[in-house]
């Protein structure tokens, strides 16, 4: 088994990559109807248990989003932590602001204020689209890329 069913959890959530030497199924919860609202909230979790981390976890990406540290949840900070060079490669795929991977950018926010808002004042789409879950985005390069290697 791959999957551990947890029915008493709550949210949205999760491991990152399989871990064959762990000895047990991974613990993935999707939690109804919440979690099963939108289809990208599904394949976001998903695509965590394939290796996919969030889009704004990158390391590169304070060069297109900046953290609200102080209008986040306490709890959640370790949330909106950034991926080591050494870590990760993003496969030379653009920063997706509409990845199914990013957070919307009231994530965890504990005061209703943003949590993640765009450097760079041509990233319109940030407020809008940032973080969606309806469709496909660039990301589907990070996936193309990723089986390449």
Known sequence: RVFKKREKDQ???AMIG?????????PVNLQSPECLRH???IQ???L???GLMHEQARPDRDTYVKILWDNVEP???NDFG????TEVTTFDVPYDYRSVMHYPKYAFSKNGKDTIVAVSRGSGLLGLLQGQRDDPSIDMGQREAATDG
Do not use: D, S
Not at 18 to 26: E, H
Not at 82 to 85: G, L, S, V
């Open 18 to 26: 399989y871990r064959p030497k762990l000895g047990k199924p991974l």
């Open 75 to 77: 709890q959640y900070k």
């Open 39 to 41: 289809q990208g909230t």
């Open 11 to 13: 949210g949205c959530y």
């Open 48 to 50: 965590h248990v394939l």
């Open 44 to 46: 976001h979790e998903l």
């Open 82 to 85: 950034k991926a080591r060079k």
